[in-house]
T-cell receptor
Framework: AQSVTQLGSHVSVSEGALVLLRCNYSSSVPPYLFWYVQYPNKGLQLLLKYTSAATLVKGINGFEAEFKKSETSFHLTKPSAHMSDAAEYFCAVSTTSGGGADGLTFGKGTHLIIQP | ETGVTQSPTHLIKTRGQQVTLRCSSQSGHNTVSWYQQALGQGPQFIFQYYREEENGRGNFPPRFSGLQFPNYSSELNVNALELDDSALYLC???????????????FGSGTRLTVV
């Protein structure tokens, strides 16, 4: 079975400060990992994904994440927060054992608040 | 290139009724999956269809059923609606069946279902 834990249901940072959103996963097989962003009353937009290539993954809007197998983590970072980054962020995991047919398992989400 | 479109955007139903939600996949995608997102929670995988057949299912009862059509559009049907079925229902499309994880998923904006 696979699972995702997102530490911190709410994270508040000042505009221009570093953004760090934490994600730890549990999987018995090599995982595929994703970060999605959701704006109010909208669907999910893919920020980036890890598919067993480079461990440091760069995504859209200046976000990046590093896969650390020893720590079972896939934390999302952005060097400088912008007001438009305020949204809900979801980490998700899937595995190759089901060929993707097991779907994505999502964390409960982290609400990112940007202080002016 | 069009994205994933879902209809209707909002729906109110009475407990015990049946509902059908619709999804048009992104052009070129042959795999579609459905997710239920309760308020304040991460999305939960309902099921996935590949080439018109269900090839994966989450922990949802049989009253949740679906169809995928030859043009890869899809329907989610829910019978005997319960109050707890109130949620945002998200459709996601991708390409590749067994290789879906390498392509990631494109999500629609969802259908907000309210059961009263």
């Amino acid at each position: 079975a696979q699972s995702v834990t997102q530490l911190g249901s709410h994270v508040s940072v000042s505009e221009g400060a570093l953004v760090l959103l934490r994600c730890n996963y549990s999987s018995s097989v090599p995982p595929y990992l994703f970060w999605y962003v959701q704006y109010p009353n909208k669907g999910l937009q893919l920020l980036l994904k890890y598919t067993s290539a480079a461990t440091l993954v760069k995504g859209i809007n200046g976000f990046e994440a590093e896969f650390k197998k020893s720590e079972t983590s896939f934390h999302l970072t952005k060097p400088s927060a912008h007001m438009s980054d305020a949204a809900e962020y979801f980490c998700a995991v899937s595995t190759t054992s089901g060929g993707g047919a097991d779907g994505l398992t999502f964390g409960k989400g982290t609400h990112l608040i940007i202080q002016p | 290139e069009t994205g994933v479109t879902q209809s209707p955007t909002h729906l109110i139903k009475t407990r015990g009724q049946q509902v059908t939600l619709r999804c048009s996949s992104q052009s070129g995608h042959n795999t579609v999956s459905w997710y239920q997102q309760a308020l304040g929670q991460g999305p939960q995988f309902i099921f996935q269809y590949y080439r018109e057949e269900e090839n994966g299912r989450g922990n949802f009862p049989p009253r949740f059923s679906g169809l995928q059509f030859p043009n890869y559009s899809s329907e989610l049907n829910v019978n005997a609606l319960e109050l707890d079925d109130s949620a945002l229902y998200l459709c996601a499309s991708s390409f590749g069946g067994q290789g879906v994880l390498n392509y990631g998923y494109t999500f629609g904006s969802g259908t907000r279902l309210t059961v009263v």
